[in-house]
């Protein structure tokens, strides 16, 4: 498995359920990655390095990149994973949680995208791959805030899908439904019986489980490689069907 094969990639929320998944799949298929997290965690592998690093930051958006143009001299792959969740109404919303998660999912993608892309110009076949979710195109209830965040993410997508694919620069969204990783568990931990939540919430699914970190990486394994050379500005659901399907007749 060498897909991606002299390829560079800068993957935020690396240490996190879907990113360390991504940063390892990517390593396998032969690219030099940078997980990038607020807490640089011990690298698995000697094809990725770790980096302490805060979307919200505008320095360390800076920082970063000026070194991996010394490092690498271009970036071929960048994956906006980091995020953040609030499991709120509008209503128990404070103004400093809404500002944060903005600032995390939304104002974080904006940044590090901004500083990456004169590497990723640089880049023969550049892809960028932003986490939005099906939250983005349907309301899961009492997450008001993160929903909103994951549509301006869509919106975001395909405005810089028009604005870099003259550069041959690509761009796209992920949108996962359940993926089990440590944000699903704290959404789990504050309902009451989690075991039959959890039962719930695979049995609403046409595929009857929920999503693993690996499910992700493999379609964002593709996206980033050349084989999806023609596929942009696109948000693409990942949900084991959960969004396919008409939930009244479950009622
Ligand atoms: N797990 C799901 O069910 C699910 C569903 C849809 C979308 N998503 C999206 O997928 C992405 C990855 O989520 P996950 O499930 O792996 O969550 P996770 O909580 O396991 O990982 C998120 C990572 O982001 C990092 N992070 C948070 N704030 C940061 C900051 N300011 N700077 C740098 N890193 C920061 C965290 O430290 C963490 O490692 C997120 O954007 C999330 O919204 C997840």
Redesign the pocket.
């Known amino acids: 498995m060498t897909r991606l094969s002299g390829k560079t990639a800068f993957v ?2 690396g ?5 360390s998944a991504i940063c390892s799949r990517f390593a396998k298929e032969g690219a030099q990655v940078v997980a ?3 807490t640089a965690e011990e690298a698995p592998s000697g094809n990725i390095s770790s980096l302490r ?4 930051n505008e320095e360390d958006a800076k920082m970063a990149f000026e070194t991996l143009l010394e490092r690498w001299g271009k970036l071929d792959i960048l994956v906006n ?5 609030i499991e709120k109404t509008i209503e128990e919303t404070s103004l400093e949680e809404w500002n944060r998660i903005f600032a ?2 939304v104002t ?1 993608m904006f940044l590090t995208s901004k500083y990456a892309l004169p590497l990723l110009r640089r880049s023969a076949g550049a892809s960028v791959i932003n ?1 939005g ?3 983005g195109f349907i309301a899961d209830p009492g997450l008001t805030a993160y929903c909103a965040t994951k549509g301006a993410v869509h919106a975001l997508t395909r405005a810089m899908a028009c604005d870099h694919g003259p550069e041959g620069i690509r761009v796209n969204a992920i949108c ?4 089990d ?4 568990q704290s959404f789990f931990r504050d309902a009451g019986d989690i075991d039959s939540l959890k039962q719930s919430v695979r049995d609403v699914h046409p595929i009857r489980r929920y999503g693993t ?1 690996d499910d992700v990486a493999n379609l964002v394994n593709w996206l980033a490689s050349d084989e999806a050379r023609y596929a942009t500005g696109q948000l693409w659901v990942i949900d084991g069907g959960l969004s396919a399907q008409v939930q009244q007749m479950k009622l």
Do not use: Q, R
């Open positions: 935020t929320g240490a996190g359920g879907i990113g990038a997290d607020l690093y805060d979307v919200t994973a980091a995020g953040i969740e995390v999912n974080g986490f979710s099906y939250d996962p439904g359940y993926v990783t440590p944000m699903l970190p």
